[in-house]
């Protein structure tokens, strides 16, 4: 991985398996295409830069890209002067070269990770959305070799950051624009990223382990803990919730069970954990009572697992929707945590959901109101 700083302050992170060309800061999702670099620092292990441009004011935007070894480099982002506390800011390379496929990192699990092919959003119509943007990370697979190039933070428990890459202009050159979403927090004078590392590796899972452990790393040091990573053995087995959901009953439990089994014995794998992931209860948050699909109740089915090795329930008991007895049973069983109070629910007023797990605003809120913890009963 080599930097190239051109004669116009141009920067380029050029790979052998992807390359990324031509650096410009970018603002509020826009790149600053008039923006004029000047160089502050520039060796064989770091280069910095600071950008001016009519968007900034008298603010200065900072880029620092420092080199840690052959493969790996680190890159930081920042604006320093700016009055008023930005949507976002980030980098965009104006070019990215030989890539085949970049993975576009869902924000939840629902939202879904998966490789896409840059040629493939070409067929796209206009009212489709498009997979261009991710979150945290993203993977860079190239044309004509094996390996692939990481790209990701190390930190995510103050910001979120979006990766976003499309085809543009006539030509649709590949352009990729990494952004940190500050989202117009007050700030004293200096708006900073976190940090982000790019990497290649010759294998792709094994770079996502290797993104991982960085993360994992960073989360050590935030925390203070000095105790060695634990090391354990992978969990292997089988979940419920993609494959059935809503549809689970005890007969297709039941079978999957006997197909997990199979498989098992088959394959020799060690599984674990057969995980029934919602879908037996009548509505979210009525944890005790089961579907008339199962009209012998679980009790058979945790058993047919662990006489099988394998176990696992999984309820969501931190939500509840509005047709659960748990939360109609009485105005006054509000979820712990949630701010909603018991003159919305009287009104009807809770959108769809009480989540412990965020709070949730609401037009009757008081911080007198009786609170009761989920899953008991308080008149």
């Known amino acids: 991985m080599q930097f190239i700083l051109t004669s116009e302050y141009s920067l ?11 650096l410009r800061p970018v603002l509020n999702g826009g790149a600053l295409d008039d923006a004029r670099a000047e160089i502050i620092a520039n060796d064989a292990t770091r280069i910095e830069l600071q950008f001016t441009a009519p968007a900034l004011g008298e603010a200065t935007f900072g880029v620092e890209l420092a080199r840690e070894n ?49 040629e493939a959003l070409r067929d796209f119509q206009e009212y489709e959305a498009r997979p261009e943007t991710g979150f945290a990370m993203t993977q860079l697979l190239p044309r004509d070799k094996t390996g692939s190039v990481v790209i ?13 890459i499309r085809p543009e202009g006539f030509s649709k050159t590949l352009r990729v624009s990494i952004q940190t979403l500050w989202d117009r927090k ?12 790019l990497f290649e590796h010759s294998e792709i899972e094994d770079a996502l382990r290797e993104w991982a452990q960085i993360v994992a790393r960073a989360s050590r040091m935030l925390s203070g803990v000095e105790a060695p990573l634990r090391q354990s053995e992978p969990i292997i087995g089988w979940c419920s919730w993609y494959n059935l959901y809503g549809s689970a009953n005890e007969a297709n439990i039941l079978e999957h069970l006997r197909g997990v089994e199979k498989i098992a014995r088959q394959e020799n ?15 979210m948050g009525d944890w005790l009572d089961v579907k008339p699909q199962f009209p012998r109740g679980v009790k058979p089915l945790l058993d047919g697992a662990t006489r099988r090795s394998h176990s696992g329930n999984f ?15 009485s105005t006054r069983r509000i979820p712990t945590r949630s ?41």
């Open 12 to 22: 380029t992170i050029e790979s052998d398996l992807v390359s990324l060309r031509d």
């Open 70 to 118: 052959e493969t790996r480099a680190w890159l930081r982002y920042w604006i320093a002067g700016l009055n008023d506390a930005p949507d976002s800011f980030g980098v965009g390379f104006q070019r990215v070269e030989n890539l085949r496929a970049y993975l576009r990192n869902g924000y939840t699990s629902w939202d879904g990770s998966f490789y896409v092919e840059p």
């Open 152 to 164: 990701g933070f190390d930190r995510h428990d103050r910001f979120q950051h979006t990766f976003t």
């Open 186 to 197: 007050p700030h004293a004078g200096r708006c900073e990223s976190e940090r982000l590392v």
């Open 269 to 283: 794998l060690p599984m674990r954990v057969f995980q029934i992931d919602d879908g037996i209860a009548p509505e």
């Open 315 to 329: 309820t969501a008991s931190f939500v509840g929707t509005n047709g659960a007895k748990s939360i109609t049973f």
């Open 339 to 379: 701010n909603i109070c018991a003159a919305c629910f009287e009104r009807g007023d809770t959108s769809g959901f009480a989540n412990i797990s965020k709070p949730i605003s609401c037009s009757g809120a008081r911080s007198t109101d009786p609170i009761a913890r989920a899953g008991t009963r308080k008149e």
